[in-house]
């Protein structure tokens, strides 16, 4: 039956954000918890998580999270990218030659952009990193940069590196920190932003996109703000630097408050406005719980107690994962999974490593609808159904379909060839579900085998419908291996495996 | 075994539950009932041209497919892969690769025309890239999502995305290629090459149906049921028509030809969709490629042969037309194992009968040093406009962004 969204009259605003009482603690809330914070909720997980309670999963999912260090090559390339850039500016005349060399090291770049991305699914693939992962996307879905535009590996590591920073800040600081990155000073044309001349498209998007929404800000208070944020740059390249001769030292006035403001003191007064306590709480609700709207007063009440705790993101983190409205019934099972959740909760389900082959793991995600720190525009992807169209979702079986077919290693070309090899002495070459995967579900009976993977792979709404269509798809097969395998495809491919 | 429904009216029927338990929760009832009627009208746009793109996975050796055999650069470059027997003629001093005949008798028969050299500024050597940039139709230093086909399809396909109508693109291959993605939602088709399309005998694809029509919830897992129910739907018309067709030529048994198969298969059924899109892998040829380059051409050749001589007994040839592209290229010089590393320009191939058969642009210059890269004489962006603007008659600016020199095979 379907549960009704809770409202303010059905479910009270003070219990909302309340943590869940442990007699609530079960394997679906916990499964739920998992499957949101994180991409997958396997078995193990759950059982470890049952013995203590929902506060310790929520920590214990970010407490062992590791650093994604920057590759080799990328590193090295940083060292010397912006001497190059020089050189090539100042030193070699021809234009032709030039171009030549501007070319080479573009090239360069967009190599090591790649080995970035599939060093990235090979990291947040780890249980241990997903949560920390799926938060930094969720911020990059806010700080929204896209490689197009910036186009400069490094510099785009780096963001995202503070982004994973970021989990443990407090949200203005975040924000102070995002205002000095490279990749976003050249985003949204901070560079530009100088003591007369000044470039207005930060202070906008800082208001609209990052910390207010639209409607809570006046032209003037962008204009203003904008004259606080002059002389930002990115010295040689990556280093973030204040250049004080085109800092616009006058009086600015934002939000009613005057002074001679700089960019951090613009944040400063931000978060003084009441429209900074909710903004970024209705973006954990899209990203996290619901593409249905939640009533205004749950998300002002969170508000209220996330500004006493100076915007700490750890504990907006924690509040919001642990509540009651979180594990509501009505929010369970109902949301479309993103591109990257569905691709990195279907390895994590099946035991498997990232797909090693960089053109078809970076396709299979640009034509499922997200190509890796490549959103279509400022505002970032649209999460929920918006990720559904008969492109995506053909794109989507047929990324199961991959999985269940063995490896023609013929057809493959140089570079793939090459990856494999890699993949092989790293000893992540486990990328296709082979016989022996399947071989211990054999042991079980057709209605254990049903009811293990629903139990696993999908949420309890669908689970009646599907359990008695599972088993007899298992007990009608050839042979029992041919039963599971098919009965796997077909859950994966499910509109239940879609959703979490 | 049970029969398959064949209509979204069937197949809502049979939904488990029966009756018409499924029109209760979704709100597109109605438009799947009235689609049943009409499923078998032949469409408005039935006599539209259409364009089926063959795509040369792995980036094919042009100077291996187009022989310069009175060049003694050539044999310069290539003292042991370069070929010397069993050359077809085109021209004084071009010639097919022994292992097209059958392109060779499609020239003769005025069929086919041979784009040379097609390139862009400022090639990419790597296999992800280069593609990215044929599909897209970017410049090198341009990063674009949407396909140069996605695009014609939002510039005329525009309006609401009506589920009932045919797919706009078709595709054979395993993932959907980045030509066809789009800004706006366009109903887009995939299969295999060979197999059943809707499974059929497949109980991977019975057991999804299955489960499909065992779903029985609200909000969005009504919407991803019903947008997966409108693909199966279309797969089981598909199959219809394709284990139906008698084809009038003879297709072997490759990927490519069954493939081509396919889409004559449905050209036939008279579908509304515009676009084809197959792939043929393999062309990364970095090593011994002397057999290997030459199956290939030998598939691909037969493959086009046996597609346009069906369309030609189908009397289908007048409006369709078949290009082929390549990521890139391969190397003038050949490298130290039988082989040939990435390169650049390379030509290639118009098919139809409606085309100015011949040869169109300008050969390489060999003149180059070992290990240089040819310079390209024609854009890709020109024959995608030519074909945009003088076959599919849309605005090719409007898809591509700038106008392009159009290239004369139309």
């Not at chain 1, 609209?208 to 800000?217: D, I, K, M, P, R």
């Not at chain 2, 979704?26 to 039935?46: C, D, I, K, V, Y």
């Not at chain 2, 059929?200 to 149906?209: C, K, Q, T, V």
């Not at chain 2, 018309?237 to 067709?245: A, D, F, Q």
Request: net charge negative.
């Amino acid at each position: 039956m379907e549960v009704k969204a809770p409202t303010p009259n059905s479910f009270k605003i003070e219990g909302a954000w309340k943590p869940l009482p442990r007699s609530h603690w079960n394997k679906e809330t916990a499964a739920h918890l998992f499957r949101r914070i994180g991409f997958s909720a396997s078995p193990e997980m759950i059982q470890l998580a049952l013995k203590s309670d929902s506060k310790d999963a929520i920590s214990n999912a970010f407490a062992n999270a590791e650093q994604l260090e920057m590759p080799d090559k990328l590193s090295e390339y940083r060292k010397t990218a912006h001497q190059e850039n020089v050189r090539i500016y100042r030193d070699i005349k021809d234009p032709e030659e030039k171009r030549e060399r501007r070319r080479e090291l573009r090239q360069q770049d967009e190599s090591l952009f790649r080995e970035y991305a599939m060093a990235w699914f090979h990291h947040a693939l780890k249980p241990e990193n997903s949560a920390t992962e799926k938060f930094v996307v969720f911020l990059q879905d806010v700080f929204v940069v896209d490689r197009r535009t910036v186009r400069d590996s490094p510099a785009l590591f780096t963001l995202q590196k503070t982004l994973r920073e970021g989990v443990e800040l407090k949200y203005p600081e975040l924000c102070k920190l995002v205002s000095r990155e490279p990749a976003m000073i050249r985003y949204l044309n901070l560079d530009r932003n100088t003591a007369g001349k000044p470039n207005e498209n930060f202070a906008r998007e800082l208001f609209e996109l990052f910390t207010l929404g639209e409607g809570n800000y006046t032209e003037a208070d962008i204009k203003e703000s904008a004259r606080a944020f002059t002389g930002y740059r990115a010295k040689n390249r990556y280093e973030f630097e204040l250049q004080l001769n085109r800092h616009d030292t006058s009086q600015k006035s934002v939000f009613g408050e005057a002074g001679d403001w700089d960019g951090d003191d613009v944040i400063d007064i931000t978060f003084r406005q009441p429209a900074a306590r909710t903004f970024l709480i209705r973006e954990l609700i899209k990203f996290y719980l619901t593409d249905e709207i939640v009533p205004e007063a749950y998300i002002e009440a969170l508000g209220e107690q996330w500004a006493a705790r100076d915007f700490d993101l750890s504990y907006l983190i924690e509040t919001f994962f642990q509540s009651r409205l979180f594990y509501h019934p009505a929010y369970r099972g109902k949301f479309v999974k993103s591109p990257i959740h569905f691709y990195l909760g279907l390895c994590q389900d099946l035991h498997l490593d990232v797909v090693p082959f960089e053109g078809r793991l970076l396709q299979s995600m640009n034509v499922m609808g997200q190509p890796f720190y490549n959103p279509p525009n400022v505002r970032g992807w649209l999460y929920g159904e918006h990720w559904i169209n008969s492109t995506t979702i053909s794109a989507r079986r047929q990324t199961v379909d991959y999985l269940f077919e063995p490896l023609n290693e013929d057809k493959l070309n140089g570079n793939d060839k090459r990856d494999l090899e890699a993949a092989r002495e790293q000893k992540r070459a486990d990328f296709l579900v082979t016989e022996e995967r399947l071989a211990p579900l054999l042991a079980m009976e057709p209605d254990e085998i049903a009811q293990h993977l629903t139990t696993y792979f999908i949420t309890a709404s669908s689970r009646s419908a599907y359990q008695p269509v599972l088993e007899q798809i298992i007990s009608a097969a050839d042979s029992p291996l041919a039963g599971v395998r098919n009965a796997i495809i077909a859950l994966l491919q499910s509109p239940a495996y879609n959703l979490s | 075994m049970e029969s398959l429904p064949l209509t979204r009216r069937e197949f809502i029927r049979r939904s488990a539950g029966g009756g018409l338990g499924f029109l209760a929760f979704t709100g597109a009832a109605p438009s799947f009932l009235a689609q049943s009627a009409l499923a078998q009208t032949p469409g408005p746009e039935r006599d539209r041209t259409i364009l089926v793109v063959i795509q040369l996975a792995g980036g094919n050796d042009g100077l291996n497919t187009i022989i310069p055999h009175t060049d003694d650069n050539y044999y310069r470059l290539r003292p042991t892969i370069g070929l010397k027997n069993g050359l077809l003629p085109i021209s004084d001093d071009l010639a097919f690769h022994p292992s097209c005949g059958p392109l060779h008798e499609l020239l003769k028969e005025g069929q086919l025309s041979i784009v040379q050299n097609v390139g862009y500024p400022n090639p990419n050597r790597s296999h992800f890239r280069s593609t990215e940039i044929w599909e897209t139709g970017s410049s090198s230093d341009e990063m674009q999502r949407e396909g140069w086909l996605g695009r014609f399809f939002d510039n005329t396909c525009s309006g609401t995305p009506n589920e009932d109508a045919d797919p706009v693109g078709v595709h054979i291959s395993d993932i959907v290629p980045q030509s066809y993605l789009s800004e706006s939602s366009q109903a887009i088709f995939g299969m295999k090459p060979r197999g059943r399309i809707d499974g059929g005998r497949d109980p991977a694809d019975i057991a999804f149906e299955k489960l499909l029509a065992a779903e029985h919830i609200a909000g969005n897992a009504s919407y991803l049921q019903h947008t997966m129910m409108n693909t199966l739907v279309t797969e089981r018309r598909v199959e219809k028509i394709i284990s139906g067709y008698k084809p009038k030529s003879k297709y072997a048994y490759n990927n490519l030809s069954q493939s081509l198969k396919r889409v004559a298969a449905l050209i036939h059924a008279d579908l509304e969709t515009r676009i084809y899109f197959v792939s043929q892998g393999g062309y990364d040829t970095h090593a011994n490629q002397e057999n290997n380059h030459a199956r290939l051409l030998a598939e691909l050749s037969g493959a086009m042969q046996a597609f346009q001589n069906d369309l030609t007994a189908h009397k289908k040839d007048d409006q369709v037309m078949t290009m082929t592209f390549s990521e890139f290229g391969r190397r003038p010089s050949e490298n130290g194992s039988g082989g040939t590393d990435h390169g650049t320009a390379a030509p290639l191939f118009v098919m139809g009968s409606q085309v100015k058969s011949g040869l169109h642009g300008m050969a390489p210059d060999l003149n180059i040093a070992q290990n240089k890269d040819l310079k390209f004489s024609t854009d890709f962006r020109g024959v995608y406009s030519s074909v945009l603007d003088r076959w599919l008659e849309c605005d090719a600016t409007k898809v591509l962004g700038h106008g392009y020199e159009h290239v004369p095979f139309i």
